[in-house]
């Protein structure tokens, strides 16, 4: 009895159902969805990135300029309110 047990193949070792249920799945055609994101997602996100990317750079750029231009208009302002004080007080210097 013992021998008979030991020759005999253990069903744990082997089952059949599991091993057949894999080997049909891996057997099938992948579904069109699971092909589609396989080739597409990749390039979608580089594209993504790179429109990202270049937003922020536009958009870096355009704040720059502004702030340049804020900057150089008070500066001319600046350097008119320093004109007008210095007339003022060489009208002062007058009286």
């Known amino acids: 009895m013992f021998f008979r047990a030991a020759l005999r193949p253990a069903r744990s070792l082997h089952p059949t159902r599991q091993l057949r249920a894999h080997v049909r799945w891996e057997s099938t055609r992948p579904s069109p969805v699971t092909?589609?994101?396989k080739t597409f997602t990749?390039?979608?996100a580089k594209t993504l990135l790179l429109a990202v990317?270049?937003?922020?750079?536009a958009y870096w750029a355009w704040v720059k300029l502004e702030q340049d231009e804020i900057k150089a208009e008070?500066?001319?302002e600046i350097s008119?309110?320093?004109a007008?004080?210095?007339s003022l007080q060489a009208d002062?210097?007058?009286r």
């Open 53 to 57: 990317f270049t937003y922020q750079l």
């Open 42 to 44: 990749r390039p979608v």
């Open 74 to 76: 008070r500066r001319e």
């Open 35 to 37: 092909d589609f994101y």
């Open 84 to 86: 007008q004080v210095q």
């Open 80 to 82: 008119q309110l320093e």
């Open 92 to 94: 002062d210097k007058k």
